[in-house]
């Protein structure tokens, strides 16, 4: 019996093996007949395409699960070496062995000639996605550089093994549906070697003059490899590449994500290349110093995105640190203003648990009801509510535990001379953390005869 596949939400990038035009390849059935026979694996749809391969959904059946299988294209100019290349990509991803690398599980030759190999299926949604969709709010752009600092740290891994990419951008990062993050198609990445020099650098003066007949030159070389838009000015000439040429990368990112579009614009592809050739960086100096973002991420955005290859940040590693360090300060600010907002506010704030304790209350409690903190975080809340009101609160801490926010619940609270107090609550939970975020307010007349 043929096995049926859903149509996932995998999004892979077209990956090139020379200068082309980056773009989406979105989900296509699958074509009649099947690009490849191979007795282990059932394929499924088609997933992906780039310069050198197309990716389907499979299942394997010999492990019961499904895989994503890459099929290197027909009809390649030079087969022996498209194929090389092909299973130097399959080599590169198994090697590099890291949470942010998708696995490698099996590579061959199918039946009819077709060289393959298969890795880990992700599902989820690429960085380029997550980008148009999630580029307005404070909390959207923090999510996006958690994301940028994952890509970081898996560059700065693969340049410990004396590897670099060359193909980093947005499409190229797939961020999971559970959050995690892999910097997919090393299909273009280098293994460098001992004379590799990482900081080679050229004359700005000379790459300004470069003319139009040397450009069409070298965009025929087959050399230059990787994606005009996000490109290192050395790369885009075919000089020599290394360390610093992803340092550029990711610094393409990291503008992407502040100013919504790549270092190099163009309404022609060979208008992009010229930019990038030229390493053509006043207009996104102008749109990173436009827009609205920290000034530290601003200056570490120019520090990578710089023509001269010598002036750039020195690895990834570096980026990654920074990106940490600027994520940690701007959390540490948030918990600040957090904790003025706290407590300079007139109303009775608490973070709460589920389980009937208060976790914590700013200092409105205190001056309401005359305990200390530590007598309201120690006892469970319910003790210090009117016997009256118990099973109205109870029902109160069942409807946020099922996730529902509460408006405008009332209960009595005892203060520490035995009155009570009239409370209105507004909650809402997060019940997968345990956690209750309330505020009150106390309604007049303060005080209603003595406890029972």
């Known amino acids: 019996m043929a096995r049926s596949f859903p149509l996932s939400t995998v999004s892979l990038s077209r990956q090139t093996s020379s200068v082309s035009q980056a773009d989406e390849f979105e989900i296509d059935p699958l074509p009649d007949p099947p690009v490849a026979d191979i007795d282990r694996y059932e394929m ?44 130097q990509e399959a080599r590169t991803t198994a090697r590099l062995q890291h949470p942010g690398i998708v696995p490698v599980y099996d590579m061959g030759v199918s039946k009819d000639g077709q060289p393959y190999f298969t890795m880990k299926l992700v599902l989820g949604r690429t960085l380029g996605q997550l980008l148009q969709s999630e580029s307005g709010t404070a909390l959207q752009r923090s999510r996006l550089f958690e994301v940028f600092s994952r890509v970081c740290q898996t560059i700065a891994y693969a340049h410990s093994r004396q590897t670099v990419h060359l193909d980093l951008k947005p499409s190229n990062v797939m961020v999971g549906a559970y959050g995690e993050v892999h910097v997919m198609d ?47 000015p050395e790369q885009a000439r075919g000089h020599q590449i290394g360390i610093h040429s992803d340092v550029f990368g990711l610094g393409a990112i990291l503008c992407e994500i502040l100013t919504g579009a790549p270092p190099y614009e163009g309404d022609t592809f060979r208008r992009v290349y010229r930019r990038a050739a030229r390493g053509a960086l006043r207009r996104t100096y102008r749109r990173l ?43 540490q600010r948030a918990e600040q203003d957090l904790c003025r907002f706290f407590e300079i506010s007139k109303d009775l704030f608490c ?19 005359g305990y200390s ?26 409807t946020l535990a099922a996730g529902k926010a509460v408006a405008e619940f009332r209960n009595r609270y005892r203060d520490i001379n035995d009155r009570f107090r009239w409370f209105e609550w507004t909650a809402k939970s997060i019940p997968e953390d345990n956690i209750i975020f ?9 005080f209603e005869g003595p406890a029972i």
């Open 44 to 87: 499924g749809n088609l997933i992906g395409r780039g310069g050198m391969g197309l990716v389907y959904q499979a299942y394997d059946k010999i492990f019961d699960c499904e895989v994503a299988l890459k099929v290197l294209l027909q009809k390649r100019q030079d087969p022996e070496a498209a194929s090389e290349r092909f299973y």
């Open 186 to 232: 090393w299909g273009l990445s280098r293994r460098l070697d001992s004379n590799s020099n990482p900081q080679m650098s050229d004359s700005p003066s000379l790459c300004d003059s470069i003319p139009d007949d040397m450009l069409s030159t070298i965009l025929t070389n087959s050399k230059v490899i990787g994606t005009p838009s996000y490109m290192a």
């Open 289 to 331: 110093e436009a827009c609205d973002a920290a000034p530290a991420l601003i200056s570490l955005t120019k520090r990578c995105l710089t023509r001269n290859a010598a002036d750039r940040m020195v690895d990834a590693a570096t980026v990654a640190e920074e990106i940490a360090t600027f994520i940690e300060s701007s959390m």
């Open 351 to 369: 973070i709460a648990s589920l389980d009937g304790y208060f976790k914590r209350v700013n200092s409105n409690f205190s001056n309401v009801l």
């Open 373 to 398: 903190d530590h007598d309201l975080v120690s006892k469970p809340f319910i003790q210090f509510i009117h016997p009256e009101d118990v099973p109205e609160t109870l029902e109160a801490v069942k």
């Open 438 to 446: 309330a505020v009150a307010r106390v309604i007049d007349p303060p």
